[in-house]
């Protein structure tokens, strides 16, 4: 596996995490998430990768979804964390830190 | 002329290309959301770059290729299981007629459980095709012979 494939399986399997993290912060609308999402550095996630997970999460009922005006501009969706979303978030995070934990003591040495 | 950037054929072309890769991902509904919130960004975007000489251009060539959306995104449990569900269905007479070799109830008692079987995974599975379809088929696979019975009673 070359260094960019690997890099962008990691990125895509930390898709959900980002998505559920900037919402965690208060409702949003779709072009926001991916544009925050976009500033992160070494994620550069881009539409195609934010917006069928957005999709994803909004099916799984993690998410909940409105249609409002926006104050300059066209309708927008705007997007909040429902509890399952919650719960989820709180369930990958502890799960992300666990194997950022185990990772960095390998990297580190001294762990088996 | 229409305001709206959706209606420009240059962004109706590109959103059927996406549309037509969101399909081989076999969820329906979150190709629908999906495609929902491309056309949100797409009138944002466009929205955000008032006053540029062409702004859907602009914004088209900052967008990912169509072929993007149908990468190595993970394929959603419910469509490969609405695909088993439906082999299930095919699978019912077969393993049916293999236990009618054996004479008896037999025959009947294993084609039913296998069609329930399948149908409960369709519906786990309704929001894919496959999953309607195997609902569908299974139900018909059963009720058929129900019919028929009823129709011409054996003697």
Same mark, same amino acid.
């Given at each position: 596996?070359?260094?960019?494939?690997?890099?962008?399986?990691?990125?895509?399997?930390?898709?959900?995490?980002g998505v559920l993290a900037v919402l965690r912060d208060g409702e949003t609308y779709g072009y926001d998430i991916v544009s925050r *999402?976009? %500033?992160?550095?070494?994620?550069? !996630?881009?539409?195609? #990768?934010?917006?069928?997970?957005?999709a994803r999460l909004e099916v799984g009922g993690c998410v909940q979804v409105r249609s409002a005006p926006s104050p300059s501009g066209?309708?927008?969706?705007?997007?909040? *964390?429902? %509890?399952?979303?919650?719960?989820? !978030?709180?369930?990958? #995070?502890?799960?992300?830190?666990?194997?950022?934990?185990?990772?960095?003591?390998?990297?580190?040495?001294?762990?088996? | 002329?229409?305001?709206?950037?959706?209606?420009?054929?240059?962004?109706?072309?590109?959103?059927?290309?996406?549309?037509?890769?969101?399909?081989?991902?076999?969820?329906?509904?979150?190709?629908?959301?999906?495609?929902?919130?491309?056309?949100?960004?797409?009138?944002?975007?466009?929205?955000?770059?008032?006053?540029?000489?062409?702004?859907?251009?602009?914004?088209?060539?900052e967008l990912d290729a169509p072929s993007s959306y149908a990468g190595d995104a993970p394929v959603s449990p419910g469509g490969r299981?609405?695909?088993?569900?439906?082999?299930?269905?095919?699978?019912?007479?077969?393993?049916?007629?293999?236990?009618?070799?054996?004479?008896?109830?037999?025959?009947?008692?294993?084609?039913?459980?296998?069609?329930?079987?399948?149908?409960?995974?369709?519906?786990?599975?309704?929001?894919?095709?496959?999953?309607?379809?195997?609902?569908?088929?299974?139900?018909?696979?059963?009720?058929?012979?129900?019919?028929?019975?009823?129709?011409?009673?054996?003697?």
């Amino acid at each position: 596996m070359s260094d960019d494939s690997w890099s962008i399986q990691l990125r895509k399997g930390l898709v959900e995490l980002g998505v559920l993290a900037v919402l965690r912060d208060g409702e949003t609308y779709g072009y926001d998430i991916v544009s925050r *999402l976009r %500033r992160v550095d070494g994620m550069a !996630l881009t539409e195609s #990768t934010v917006y069928p997970v957005l999709a994803r999460l909004e099916v799984g009922g993690c998410v909940q979804v409105r249609s409002a005006p926006s104050p300059s501009g066209p309708p927008r969706r705007y997007f909040r *964390l429902t %509890r399952a979303g919650n719960e989820r !978030l709180a369930s990958l #995070t502890a799960q992300w830190r666990q194997v950022s934990a185990g990772i960095a003591g390998l990297l580190a040495g001294g762990q088996a | 002329m229409s305001d709206d950037p959706l209606d420009d054929p240059r962004v109706a072309r590109h959103l059927d290309a996406v549309a037509a890769a969101l399909r081989r991902q076999g969820d329906e509904a979150a190709a629908a959301a999906t495609l929902e919130n491309l056309r949100c960004h797409i009138r944002e975007a466009v929205a955000a770059r008032a006053g540029a000489t062409d702004a859907i251009a602009d914004v088209l060539a900052e967008l990912d290729a169509p072929s993007s959306y149908a990468g190595d995104a993970p394929v959603s449990p419910g469509g490969r299981l609405g695909w088993w569900a439906f082999l299930a269905t095919l699978a019912g007479p077969v393993v049916g007629l293999l236990a009618g070799l054996a004479g008896g109830q037999a025959a009947w008692l294993a084609f039913c459980a296998i069609e329930a079987a399948a149908v409960a995974a369709g519906i786990a599975a309704h929001r894919q095709p496959w999953g309607r379809t195997a609902i569908c088929s299974g139900l018909a696979l059963v009720l058929l012979p129900l019919l028929l019975a009823a129709v011409f009673p054996p003697h």
